[in-house]
């Protein structure tokens, strides 16, 4: 019974220390689940300066919502490219968003501002949660450094979860081909 129970109790400790492999992290809503609502400081929208919720803002639009912990090289290309994307569905009424997830969002203001007018992202705002954890409803992972929903009629259609240094080019690529999904 004692090498039975130690087995066990081996075993649960081998698993509960496995790190996440690619694919297999889980983070913000699932397909077909809801989004609700949540608030942000605007930093570089419409609303910049104002805390709104743009999950009610976009309504029954197509949405992407990316939820990240930095603005990095590759989170700015990600960015970037959506935006155009946006730019090209007007009349589809598309929208995004950028929420970066932060304990100290007043540090984000100046950077974030210069990333939007350096990389000429106009039509996805730019905007700050005020912790790292994110809105509890959105159940954003702790070990995802980028989470990114889309969803039409706040219905999840695609959702990407990245731990740090999987959002590369591929990534980038396959992320701004599935908004696809939500204008259709």
């Known amino acids: 019974m004692k090498k039975f129970f130690a087995l066990c109790l081996a075993s649960v400790a081998m698993f509960g220390l496995q790190t996440v492999n690619a694919g297999d992290l889980k983070s913000g809503l699932q397909l077909d689940e809801f989004a609700p609502a949540f608030y942000v400081t605007d930093i570089t929208g ?8 743009y999950r009610c803002q976009y309504g029954a639009r197509p949405v992407v919502s990316l939820f990240v912990r930095k603005m ?3 989170t700015t290309k990600l960015v970037k490219e959506l ?3 946006v730019g090209k ?4 009424k ?3 968003f950028v929420t970066v997830l932060s304990d100290d969002p ?3 203001e ?10 000429k992202i106009a039509m996805s705002p730019l905007t700050v949660f005020e912790n790292s ?3 509890a409803k959105y159940k954003i992972a702790k070990e995802a450094d980028v989470t990114v929903m889309m969803w039409v009629d706040s219905n999840v259609k695609v959702n990407h979860a990245l731990a740090s240094g999987e959002l590369n080019a591929e990534a980038i690529s396959k992320i701004v081909k599935d908004t696809e999904k939500i204008l259709n």
């Open 46 to 53: 419409p609303a910049a300066g104002t805390k709104l919720c």
């Open 72 to 74: 990095d090289e590759n």
């Open 83 to 85: 935006d155009a994307i």
């Open 89 to 92: 569905n007007k009349d589809k």
């Open 94 to 96: 598309m929208a995004a």
């Open 106 to 108: 007043d540090a984000q």
């Open 110 to 119: 100046t950077a974030l501002k210069k990333i939007a007018d350096d990389n």
């Open 133 to 135: 954890v994110g809105p």
